[in-house]
């Protein structure tokens, strides 16, 4: 099992940037797969950003070059870091881990970009 939290979403201005924050209840040493997804409202949820216990990373393309993806096995964590953020953006953001073919989701944390 896998807890999972997410913090760090908010409000911020078009041009702004956040970053979010994947607190793991457990250890993601041996976490292959760790990533962020988003879901606007009316809209089905998709892939931000992932990376792999390895160190590679992937990018939806609507965030290459904007937002990047980090991960601290010592403190059981995953970083998204978002600049240039913009009104599209908005979206409820979740943390998503796969362990042991079982997926395992955060609670969901809220980032309104204002235009």
């Known amino acids: 099992q896998v807890q999972l939290v997410e913090s760090g979403g908010g409000l911020v201005q078009a041009g702004g940037s956040l970053r979010l924050s994947c607190a793991a209840s457990r250890s993601i040493s041996n976490i292959n797969s760790m990533g962020w997804y988003r879901q606007a409202p009316g809209k089905q949820r998709e892939l931000v950003a992932n990376i792999w216990s390895g160190g590679s990373s992937t990018y939806a393309d609507s965030v290459k070059g904007r937002f990047t993806i980090s991960r601290d096995n010592a403190k059981n964590t995953v970083s998204l870091q978002m600049n240039s953020l913009k009104f599209e953006d908005t979206a409820v953001y979740y943390c998503?881990?796969?362990?042991?073919?079982?997926?395992?989701w955060g609670q969901g944390t809220q980032v309104t970009v204002s235009s």
């Open positions: 998503r881990a796969v362990h042991l073919g079982s997926f395992y």
